[in-house]
């Protein structure tokens, strides 16, 4: 994004309960990554290798490719100032030459033609107004025969949950105009091969991958059934009642305290092939 991109996601000071924030962005990459890694490495993923985290946030998923590529680098690209920071200090001990922090924008990175041999988008095209620029300056950055990786979502497939909450899909639904409202599109994944193709990407594949209670317990995932601490700017904003907002919540501890509950979350893989021999 350039500084005149709009962003759906939080700046900074803007998350009325900032601890969760980041708790909840530590486990959404830690229970994914398992299964991430296997396909990353599927995909191409090699020790050697120089990676960009294009939206890298505060730097957990940065740490986790720095632990796989050690014969390689990796370099972080994030325009907010405050996830930045944050990066910077929670990456403090990994210093040195196969770490490069930058901040600036997925749209418009200033990072040098060519440099790159696989590039991770990670939940950030839902976030912004011009996924199709950003997937073209990726192409950019990317070697001739170089890798772009998107993980993405599509909330019409989101995942599932059982018993049902009843009150989550209203919560949903206003959460993703709110989004939208802001300049975002939960809906993204689906248009995310058809931007790749445009953008000049070959060979483009789609894989999903699903997180589960019962694989991980529900302690990994309920964090992203907390109603209250993630609707709390759309309550600031009137965006949704706290009646809605206090019934779901009863909802979702009843959810949790059945021993027959059941959820899982579902992320959706998007990689193409920068065509060899073009020097863009």
Same mark, same amino acid.
Request: hydrophobic fraction near 40%; avoid cysteine.
């Given at each position: 994004?350039?500084?005149?991109?709009?962003?759906?996601?939080?700046?900074?000071?803007?998350?009325?309960?900032?601890?969760?924030?980041?708790?909840?962005?530590?486990?959404q990459?830690?229970?994914?990554?398992?299964?991430?890694?296997?396909?990353?490495?599927?995909?191409?993923? $090699?020790?050697?290798?120089?990676?960009?985290?294009?939206?890298?946030?505060?730097?957990?998923?940065?740490? #986790?490719?720095?632990?796989?590529?050690?014969?390689?680098?990796?370099?972080?690209?994030?325009?907010?100032?405050?996830?930045?920071? #944050?990066?910077?200090?929670?990456?403090?001990?990994?210093?040195?030459? +196969?770490?490069?922090?930058?901040?600036?924008?997925i749209?418009?990175?200033?990072?040098?033609?060519?440099?790159f041999?696989?590039?991770?988008?990670?939940?950030?095209? #839902?976030?912004?107004?011009?996924?199709?620029?950003?997937?073209?300056?990726?192409?950019?950055?990317? +070697?001739?025969?170089?890798?772009?990786?998107?993980?993405?979502?599509?909330?019409?497939?989101?995942?599932s949950?059982?018993p049902?909450?009843?009150?989550?899909?209203?919560?949903?639904?206003? $959460?993703?105009?709110?989004?939208?409202?802001?300049?975002?599109?939960?809906?993204?994944? +689906?248009?995310?091969?058809?931007?790749?193709?445009?953008?000049?990407?070959?060979?483009?594949?789609?894989?999903?991958?699903?997180?589960?209670?019962?694989?991980?317990?529900?302690?990994?995932?309920?964090?992203?059934?907390?109603?209250?601490?993630?609707?709390?700017?759309?309550?600031?904003?009137?965006?949704?009642?706290?009646?809605?907002?206090?019934?779901?919540?009863?909802?979702?501890?009843?959810?949790?305290?059945?021993?027959?509950?059941?959820?899982?979350?579902?992320?959706?893989?998007?990689?193409?092939?920068?065509?060899?021999?073009?020097? +863009?």
């Open positions: 994004m350039t500084t005149t991109t709009r962003s759906s996601y939080y700046s900074a000071g803007e998350h009325p309960h900032p601890e969760y924030e980041l708790n909840r962005l530590r486990e990459a830690l229970v994914f990554w398992p299964k991430e890694l296997r396909n990353l490495q599927r995909l191409g993923l $090699r020790p050697d290798m120089d990676v960009l985290d294009a939206g890298s946030g505060p730097g957990f998923i940065t740490e #986790q490719l720095l632990q796989n590529v050690p014969e390689g680098s990796v370099t972080g690209l994030e325009l907010d100032t405050g996830l930045f920071e #944050q990066s910077r200090s929670y990456l403090a001990s990994y210093e040195g030459p +196969r770490l490069n922090l930058v901040r600036g924008s749209t418009d990175a200033p990072l040098p033609d060519a440099r041999d696989l590039a991770l988008a990670r939940l950030v095209l #839902q976030h912004i107004a011009e996924p199709a620029q950003a997937l073209s300056e990726l192409g950019r950055v990317l +070697r001739p025969g170089g890798r772009l990786v998107v993980a993405d979502a599509d909330d019409a497939l989101w995942g949950i059982h049902d909450i009843p009150g989550l899909a209203e919560v949903m639904e206003l $959460r993703r105009r709110h989004q939208a409202q802001r300049g975002g599109n939960r809906y993204v994944g +689906r248009a995310v091969p058809a931007m790749m193709r445009a953008a000049g990407f070959t060979d483009i594949t789609v894989e999903a991958i699903a997180v589960t209670s019962d694989e991980l317990g529900m302690a990994a995932l309920a964090g992203h059934l907390d109603v209250r601490a993630r609707t709390a700017l759309m309550v600031k904003e009137g965006v949704i009642s706290e009646e809605l907002v206090a019934r779901t919540e009863s909802e979702v501890t009843a959810f949790l305290d059945d021993p027959v509950s059941s959820f899982m979350l579902l992320m959706f893989l998007y990689s193409g092939t920068k065509p060899a021999g073009e020097p +863009r």
